[in-house]
């Protein structure tokens, strides 16, 4: 069962990976043996959570906005010139927006569907050739991080943030059957509330937040990291193009 979970000798990439659930996973994969870079888009910030990390394990850093086209390409760039090729990559980078249907703006439209949906799909685009090598031997990975707010509908004006997400998980689907052909299984995670910087409400109101949770309480690092872990290794190798929601009930209250 250690081998079964185990991420000795891969190589990951995690996009937002400086913070919140980005870090989560990052520690986790560090943990069962990964070497991980992870890319934020501030450099200092990415920096400063590389050296808390190398504790763990072989950790570096890769800042880059990944918000647009040309910072995609400059981030698989930036990874194809350390490393031949990609065993897993994360897409967990993300924005929302909340505002009143009757004002909500165009760059809370194009800014959020730019970094969530838009960003997933040509990374992975142009990191494709370092992951079919490494799915030459075992299947490489792509986890696409979307959100609860993507399966059901949040009563917060989140308009841009729950479109990006539930078109994630269909963008998934797709992008999995195209790319199980090169040995690249495409996968996602849905979370609820875990606190993080995007999720203020659960890491500043975690006790109150939890109140509204069938399970009693918010999610944690071991949780998100978990789930992370079972995709990435091979435990998760035959899972493809599904997302797992990860929210201790929240989406069954809302049904």
Request: with cysteine.
């Amino acid at each position: 069962m250690n081998d079964l979970f185990s991420l000795s000798g891969r190589t990951a990439l995690v996009t937002g990976g400086s913070r919140g659930i980005g870090r989560m996973i990052a520690k986790g994969f560090l943990a069962q043996g990964a070497r991980v870079y992870i890319s934020s888009r501030k450099a200092a910030a990415c920096e400063d959570t590389v050296k808390e990390l190398s504790a763990l394990g072989p950790c570096f850093s890769l800042p880059a906005d990944v918000s647009t086209v040309e910072g995609a390409k400059a981030l698989a760039a930036a990874y194809a010139s350390k490393e031949e090729s990609l065993d897993i990559l994360v897409n967990n980078a993300g924005a929302a927006w909340g505002e009143s249907f009757d004002t909500f703006p165009e760059k809370g439209w194009d800014k959020v569907m730019d970094l969530n949906l838009k960003s997933p799909f040509f990374l992975t685009q142009a990191l494709h050739e370092q992951l079919r090598k490494a799915g030459q031997g075992r299947p490489a990975k792509v986890i696409n991080v979307a959100s609860i707010d993507g399966v059901s509908v949040n009563p917060m004006e989140t308009y841009s943030y729950a479109a990006s997400k539930a078109g994630l998980i269909h963008l998934i689907r797709r992008m999995s059957l195209r790319l199980v052909k090169d040995n690249i299984v495409v996968s996602g995670i849905a979370p609820g509330a875990f606190a993080s910087e995007m999720n203020r409400d659960a890491r500043d109101h975690g006790d109150e937040v939890a109140r509204r949770i069938p399970a009693g309480r918010i999610g944690i690092d071991e949780d998100m990291a978990g789930v992370a872990i079972y995709l990435a290794s091979r435990a998760g190798d035959y899972v493809v193009g599904q997302t797992i929601v990860v929210d201790g009930g929240v989406t069954l209250a809302r049904g």
